[in-house]
């Protein structure tokens, strides 16, 4: 109950930053439709950024257990370095689609709240069946993103396992080791990257059903 009565004041006040920040860019012309439009965009360069990051990490690794003698401590250093990257890469993919759904909620309620305001009956059976449209395509988007989010929890995994295994033991041996791991996370970063182009495909789809 004490930690309930600390987040929910937290949470109404980021509720109320983001209803200010809407309210703010409306009165410039900046709808919520464009600015969720601005955030799947968004999100889809954050996914092919990532998806660039993971092969590179996937390359090196692939070096790594091609190691021939020469400086172990800098070929920890890089996988280390290329781990962290992937790892930021994630959290940026992660970060893009909550504030996609964050956007989205609201244009949602404000669409579905603003149906009674119609006349014309017409006018209000049209604009919800296109709000029933768009929130369908909306779910089968973040769908896709979140399934393409939790495909990078497994190679993330793998990077930090292969990373700690190599810093706790820098030697031939430990090479040796991780090569059996390289077709595990060839694998998992190959799922990862057909999951994004998946939801990249999705996103262009539905930025151009708001643009309409």
Known sequence: MRYLLII?????????????????????????????????????????????????????????????????QRAYAATESEYQASSKAAEDVSKRINSIEAVADALFDEWQDELEQYTSAKLKQDSAKKLDSTKRQYTSLLKTMRRAEKSMQPVLASLKDNTLYLKHN???????????????????????????????????????????
Do not use: W
Not at 22 to 30: D, F, T
Not at 47 to 67: G, N, R, T, V, W
Not at 174 to 189: K, T
């Open 8 to 72: 929910l004041p937290l949470l109404f006040s980021i509720t109320a930053c983001q209803s200010a920040y809407y309210s703010a860019m409306e009165k410039v012309g900046v709808h919520k439709r464009d600015i969720l439009s601005d955030r799947v965009e968004d999100a889809q360069q954050s996914q092919k950024e990532a998806q660039e990051q993971f092969k590179s990490a996937l390359e090196q690794f692939s070096q790594l257990i091609q190691f021939d003698g020469g400086d172990l």
């Open 170 to 212: 820098l030697n031939a041996k430990a090479i040796g080791a991780l090569q059996g791991e390289f077709s595990s996370v060839q694998r998992d970063i190959n799922r990862l990257i057909t999951e994004m182009n998946t939801a990249i495909e999705q996103s262009e789809q539905f930025v151009a059903t708001l643009k309409q």
